[in-house]
């Protein structure tokens, strides 16, 4: 029997042969050797206060694998978040890891455009959306602070092989239908709670033809389908890519032909109309049309999910020469992103469309940044969660593609994008 992603690069990992849960028995158990580990701003100074009260000045198991980034409270908001902020830059120039300031932006985006991620890493963080570096064929997912604590000090970390769910989908695009009505439309049918604990293996022509940011909008997601993580096959443009930024060979990773999966769904999204998530679940989807006209206070676009140039430059399209009738806000993923959009106009049409454009950073995913709502506020989010509460006590989120966003701002409404 062929082996699935997962088992390759945990069979690596932990230098034996694995595989996951067979005919309902337990999959195996495996110390895998860890190539990345990354703390944040929220989670990280938890880990390092337990890691100085577990092993003290014990020097962390390889300074260039470990990686702090601030991407929650940006600049810090609070003394408490100032504070915060301080224990991971005392810890890091103590312990000689790597450090990516206020200046940089969403954590997983920056360690991939910092040449930290390759096909076969094991990779791990203290953010629960760390499943999106997938999209380069990596195993990165989010765990605890006792998990982070132990990963520091020793370099492994424990896991069960994961049994995978494999994702087939076919078509082409239709007008104004992007990667994020695609995971939308298969958050409906699979659910939040579909995948939990799998590892969930994206495929099939239309996931070919994406681009990077396609790719991490889909993997970003498995976190909302619970689960563990998400792969796509690295192709030649992201092997490329992952080239340029590591100046290092690069071999890719894919599923034999023969591999066994828990369960295989296939869709065809040739006729798939642009998707919306309704308040308070993922899952809670359904075409734009059916909720068209519901008038919003707020439009956001960003966030780990959707917060890369072309993404912005979806956007940027509908909006040009246009006013938003509601508050916009524009989050670039990263400065990387942010110098891009710049240098070719997009800050020109979203501030003359009288956007808001912040520092670049996960923003509007939950409570504590500029922009949450009041209660009854309603916003459409280009992020991955509309939890109850999450970003304002009694407010309502709606999640659709930068496109659906951009439009809804232009008309104060939950506005299909092709009506734009």
Not at 26 to 38: E, I, T
Not at 103 to 113: A, D, P, S, V
Not at 155 to 184: A, C, M, R
Not at 337 to 358: M, P, Q
Request: proline letters at 4%.
């Amino acid at each position: 029997m062929g082996k699935t992603i997962i088992e390759k690069i945990l069979s690596k990992a932990s230098k034996k042969d694995v595989s996951a849960s067979t005919d309902r028995m337990a999959g195996d158990r495996v110390w895998a050797d860890l190539d990345l580990v990354a703390m944040r701003d929220f989670g990280g100074p938890n880990a390092i206060l337990e890691y100085k009260n577990s092993f003290d000045e014990r020097p962390v198991f390889d300074g260039n694998k470990v990686a702090i980034t601030f991407d929650l409270h940006i600049p810090a908001r609070n003394e408490k978040v100032a504070q915060n902020q301080k224990i991971c830059r005392d810890f890091s120039a103590k312990m000689k890891t790597r450090l990516f300031d206020v200046n940089t932006g969403i954590g997983q985006h920056i360690l991939f455009e910092n040449g930290l991620v390759r096909p076969w890493d094991v990779i791990i963080g203290t953010d629960s959306h760390m499943n999106l570096l997938g999209a380069f064929g990596s195993f990165a997912s989010g765990v605890g602070t006792t998990d982070i604590t132990a990963a520091l000090t020793y370099g492994k970390l424990w896991f069960k092989v994961p049994e995978t769910i494999k994702i087939v989908i076919d078509g082409n695009l239709n007008e104004s239908v992007y990667p994020k009505d695609i995971i939308l439309h298969i958050l409906k049918n699979i659910r939040t709670d579909g995948a939990i604990y799998k590892a969930v293996e994206f495929t099939g022509e239309a996931v070919e033809k994406m681009s990077l940011a396609g790719r991490i909008t889909l993997t970003s997601m498995v976190t909302e389908l619970s689960g563990k993580v998400g792969f796509i096959e690295p192709d030649d443009k992201i092997l490329r890519f992952v080239h340029e930024r590591t100046n290092t060979d690069i071999k890719g990773i894919n599923a034999d032909s023969d591999a066994r999966y828990e369960k295989v769904f296939h869709y065809d999204i040739s006729d798939l109309k642009p998707q919306i998530a309704c308040p308070h679940s993922p899952d809670n989807v359904k075409d734009v049309k059916e909720v068209e006209g519901r008038p919003i206070d707020q439009s956001f676009i960003g966030s780990c999910t959707n917060g890369r140039y072309e993404d912005l430059k979806i956007a940027a399209e509908i909006l040009r020469g246009k006013k938003s009738k509601v508050r916009l806000i524009i989050v670039p993923a990263t400065m990387e992103v942010a110098k891009e959009a710049l240098k070719n106009g997009l800050y020109d049409i979203f501030l003359d469309a009288g956007g808001v454009i912040t520092n670049p950073g996960c923003a509007l995913c939950t409570t504590g940044h500029p922009g949450i709502l009041a209660p009854s506020e309603v916003m459409v989010s280009t992020s991955n969660r509309n939890f109850i509460g999450k970003l304002g006590k009694g407010a309502e989120v709606y999640l659709a593609s930068p496109a659906t966003a951009a439009a809804s701002a232009i008309e104060g409404r939950i506005t299909n994008p092709r009506e734009v």
